[in-house]
Nanobody
Framework: EVQLVESGGGLVQPGGSLRLSCAASGFTFGSSDMSWVRQAPGNGPEWVSTINSDAGSTYYADSVKGRFTISGDNAKNTVYLQMNSLKPEDTAVYYC???????????????????WGQGTQVTVSS
């Protein structure tokens, strides 16, 4: 059974940092592209970042480029999202998602993801 479990969310002041983790199980880590997708209240899902399974290429939405860093640790079956210089508009539930079909980056639809985690809340507020 494929499982994705996120952790690391919380309340942080503007300008602060958080590191999200997504622990994966039930599949060969590295066989899937891994992404972070966020959803703010009243908004639809927003793609944030992807790390590809092959060469580990990374991609970012313009809204987070230069502030967020995605990385993966195959030994720990975990993907991370380091978030720096956080802004109030980064407030959202952050989801980890796995794409075994290696679809488009950025995704044309979040329907391309095969599995999702339960999400972790990130709140940026003073």
């Amino acid at each position: 059974e494929v499982q994705l479990v996120e952790s690391g969310g919380g309340l942080v002041q503007p300008g602060g940092s958080l590191r999200l983790s997504c622990a994966a199980s039930g599949f060969t880590f590295g066989s899937s592209d891994m992404s972070w997708v966020r959803q703010a209240p009243g908004n639809g899902p927003e793609w944030v970042s992807t790390i590809n399974s092959d060469a580990g290429s990374t991609y970012y939405a313009d809204s987070v480029k230069g502030r967020f860093t995605i990385s993966g640790d195959n030994a720990k079956n975990t993907v991370y999202l380091q978030m720096n210089s956080l802004k109030p508009e980064d407030t959202a539930v952050y989801y980890c998602a796995a794409d075994f079909k290696h679809g488009a980056t950025p995704p044309t639809s979040v329907d391309q993801y095969d599995y999702w985690g339960q999400g972790t809340q990130v709140t940026v507020s003073s």
